[in-house]
């Protein structure tokens, strides 16, 4: 079975602060991660994609990415209020060419106090 | 681009009655994804298409379900005798060629009663 394991939280940081969130995946050949933000009762909408070992930074967003551990996080930095939301990490876990279908963890849900 | 669209965004229904949804993708993906949420979980791999082929089912996806991409453009996932258990959010994802970034349509939410 083919997994994609986070806290579900809730994890909780005063506004301007970083907010850490940590997915482990359990298929050691995934190549392609991805960061979703859930909005209560609203689909997910797509944050940072990430396929290298390393950091890769867009704003306030920074994904890191270690695939000997098999480990894939999130940093926000400042964090807002409005950042609060369920954070889902997804991996492709495809072993063909045409297969691209997600996995998907249950989800963190960050609140963000101002 | 006007992003992925889904009809109806609510549904509630009888047990036992079908029921069908819509999913049109961002024009010129030619990959089209369907999952499923329950509260609380993350969303669930039911079918993938590629064009209008359906490359792959999830075992989640019973013999009580079906989906369709006639044209490899919009797309249809039809539920018969729906159960309780069958209750969710059920999203649409879509992606072009090449891509693996899948971006999701507002859902449909459906309550089974």
């Known amino acids: 079975q083919k997994e994609v394991e986070q806290n579900s939280g809730p994890l909780s940081v005063p506004e301007g602060a970083i907010a850490s969130l940590n997915c482990t995946y359990s298929d050691r050949g995934s190549q392609s991660f991805f960061w979703y933000r859930q909005y209560s009762g609203k689909s997910p909408e797509l944050i940072m994609s990430?396929?290298?070992?390393g950091d890769k930074e867009d704003g306030r967003f920074t994904a890191q990415l270690n695939k000997a551990s098999q480990y894939v996080s999130l940093l926000i930095r400042d964090s807002q209020p409005s950042d609060s939301a369920t954070y889902l990490c997804a991996v492709n876990m495809g072993s063909g060419g045409s297969n691209y279908k997600l996995t998907f963890g249950k989800g963190t849900l960050l609140t963000v106090n101002p | 681009d006007t992003g992925v669209s889904q009809d109806p965004r609510h549904k509630i229904t009888k047990r036992g009655q079908n029921v069908t949804f819509r999913c049109d993708p961002i024009s010129e993906h030619n990959r089209l994804y369907w999952y499923r949420q329950t509260l609380g979980q993350g969303p669930e791999f039911l079918t993938y298409?590629?064009?209008?082929?359906?490359?792959?089912k999830s075992r989640l996806l019973s013999d009580r379900f079906s989906a369709e991409r006639p044209k490899g453009s919009f797309s249809t996932l039809e539920i018969q005798r729906t159960e309780q258990g069958d209750s969710a959010m059920y999203l649409c994802?879509?992606?072009?060629?090449?891509?693996?970034?899948?971006?999701f349509g507002p859902g449909t939410r459906l309550l089974v009663l």
């Open positions: 994802a879509s992606s072009p060629q090449g891509v693996e970034t899948q971006y």
């Open positions: 298409f590629q064009n209008e082929a359906q490359l792959e």
């Open positions: 990430i396929y290298s070992n």
